[in-house]
C-alpha cells in the first residue's frame, strides 16, 4: 500500500513587510553607529577639558610664582614692584530705576545691568571707564580675584541659549554656543574672561548676568561713595570682601 505525503506550504511575505524590516534593520545599524560615536565624542571631550583644566592650572601656577619672586628681587634690591593694572571688573548695581537719567539707564543696558545685586564682568579700556565713571552713584565695582571669578561662573553661571537662561551644568552647552571660538568647556571659558581673550566679548555676552544675593549684614550708605563708608564707587580688590558677602 503507497505512503501518502503532503507537503507544507510556505507563506509568502509581502514585499512591503520586507522592504520594512530592511529599513528598520538599515536605522538601528545607524542609530548604534551614531550613540557608539557620540559615546567616543564625550570621552574625548572629557579628556579634553582635563587637558585643558591641566594646563590653566599650570600657567597660574606659574604666573603666581613669577609674581612672587618678581616682588621678592625687587625688595632684595631695594625697589618697589608695581603689578600691572587690571584688565577686567566685576561691576553690581546697588540703586534701582528712581531719579536715573535716560543716558545712565542707556549705560545701565548696555552694561547688561537691569536689576539690582546683578553683577557682570567688563573689559577695562578708555570706553568702558568712562561708561562706568558715568553711572558711578548707581554701581560698585572693582577687580577681582581669580577664584572669585571661577567661584561665580561655577556656583552662579548661567549661558544664553536661544535667547533662555540654561544653567552650565554640561560643557556641551558651552560647546555648542562658543565651541568656534575654541571654548569648548566651563575652564575654558573661565581661563577666557579672567586672561580677557580675543573671544572675551563671546564669552561673556554668553554668560547670563549674575545674580547676586543681598549682602550679608547689608550695604553700607547707597547715597554715599566707598571712600566716605558708602556703597558706590570703586572698590578695587576689596570687591572681593564684597563678593564673598552676596555669593
Known sequence: MGCICFRAKTAAVPENILKKQARDAKLLALRKAQRD?????????RTAAAKNAQTYAEEYAKADKDL???KRKAKADGNYYVEAQAKIAFVIRTRGINKLSPKCKKIMQLLRLRQINNGVFV???????NMIRT?????????PSRDNVRRLIYKRGYGKVNRSRIPLTDNSIIAGALGSKG?????SLIHEIWTVGPAFKEANNFLWPVKLNT???GWEKKRHPFCNGGVWGNREELINEVIARMN
Request: net charge positive; glycine share 2%.
Open 37 to 45: 560615536q557620540a559615546k567616543k565624542d564625550r570621552a574625548a571631550a
Open 68 to 70: 612672587v619672586d618678581a
Open 123 to 129: 573689559r577695562l579700556n578708555r570706553a568702558t571707564i
Open 135 to 143: 553711572v558711578e552713584p548707581y554701581i560698585t565695582y572693582g577687580y
Open 183 to 187: 571654548i569648548n568647556d566651563i575652564e
Open 215 to 217: 549682602p550679608r549684614h
